[in-house]
């Protein structure tokens, strides 16, 4: 975390593109905004664009905006995230989502500054910061034909990655502290501390949801406590994994159809229902083409 925070003060100080990585819930975000607001561009906007799942005509619109008549349905013209974050920053998460056109033309745009609105022939110019994130193994996507990699250049001109909580146990008790005196304020309770197997629960939970996990869990317990002291049954904990089978278990007792079949499609559908049942995330996941997804999930 020390050398994440020394890459953001860099980040902060120039106007170089950031990129940054790390699991969902990390929060790539906070970080993205820690940056802006360090930096000499704080007084403007920091806007927030998500990438995921969006058509060309969308993506065209939600960017670099769209003039009446554009399309049907545009009844009036439309800033796009480029022109509101002229000045400041734009932050685009999840930019690996991003389909190819839409990279093609974001390349663009961070090459020369230059966008037009969706219906219009005038070339506009934004004094744009840009900061990504993704939390996909981009270079993979890179080596797969998946992401642009003279946009990959453009974008991670500062690449930094944001270890998981599971690697920083030495940062958990502060950051539970934090959490607790945060949501005890927003509650309005006065609470004192975690009883000790409470406390115990928590430091040796993985935390696969990283911050935003924590967060969630520690708001909860907040809530569910009425004392001062947050109690070992007010930490609810679900973990997205699923519960190991009991040991000496027998194969039938787990599940009666192992044939390849079965496992195949109860793969397909678990990475679809991770995916938060987006058929292009999930297709690119598994490493199969849309179509052969939708016929698998039809089967």
Not at 28 to 34: E, F, G, I, N, S
Not at 70 to 85: I, L, N, P, Q
Not at 289 to 295: A, F, I, P, V, W
Request: aromatic letters at 6%; charged letters at 25%; a positive charge.
């Amino acid at each position: 975390m020390k050398k994440c925070v020394s890459m953001a003060k860099v980040g902060a100080r120039t106007d170089i593109p950031v990129l940054i990585l790390g699991e969902t819930g990390v929060g790539k975000t906070l970080l993205a905004r820690a940056i802006h607001n360090s930096s000499k561009r704080a007084r403007h906007q920091f806007v927030s664009f998500n990438s995921a799942a969006l058509s060309d005509t969308l993506l065209d619109s939600q960017l670099f905006g769209h003039e009446r008549g554009a399309f049907t349905g545009a009844d009036r013209t439309v800033r796009g995230k480029f022109e509101v974050a002229d000045g400041g920053t734009l932050f685009l998460d999840e930019i690996a989502d991003m389909a190819p056109n839409g990279q093609a033309k974001i390349l663009r745009a961070v090459e020369y500054g230059e966008y037009q609105r969706l219906g219009s022939e005038t070339i506009r110019q934004a004094d744009v910061r840009l900061v990504s994130a993704t939390h996909w193994p981009i270079r993979k996507f890179i080596e797969a034909d998946q992401f642009r990699k003279d946009l990959f250049y453009r974008l991670g001109g500062i690449v930094i990655t944001i270890p998981p909580l599971r690697q920083r146990p030495s940062d958990l008790k502060a950051l539970l502290a934090a959490e607790i005196a945060l949501a005890a304020q927003e509650q309005e309770k006065e609470i004192q501390g975690l009883a000790r197997s409470a406390a115990d629960k928590l430091l040796e939970y993985s935390w696969p949801g990283n911050l935003r996990e924590l967060k969630r869990a520690i708001e909860l317990a907040v809530a569910i406590t009425e004392g001062s002291i947050i109690e070992t049954d007010a930490i609810l904990l679900e973990p997205l994994e699923a519960p190991p089978a009991p040991p000496g278990a027998a194969a039938s007792e787990v599940d009666g159809d192992l044939s390849l079949t079965n496992a195949e499609q109860r793969h397909v559908t678990y990475v679809y229902e991770r995916m938060g049942k987006n058929k292009r995330r999930t297709a690119r996941a598994l490493g199969i083409s849309r179509t052969t997804l939708d016929r698998k999930l039809a089967e």
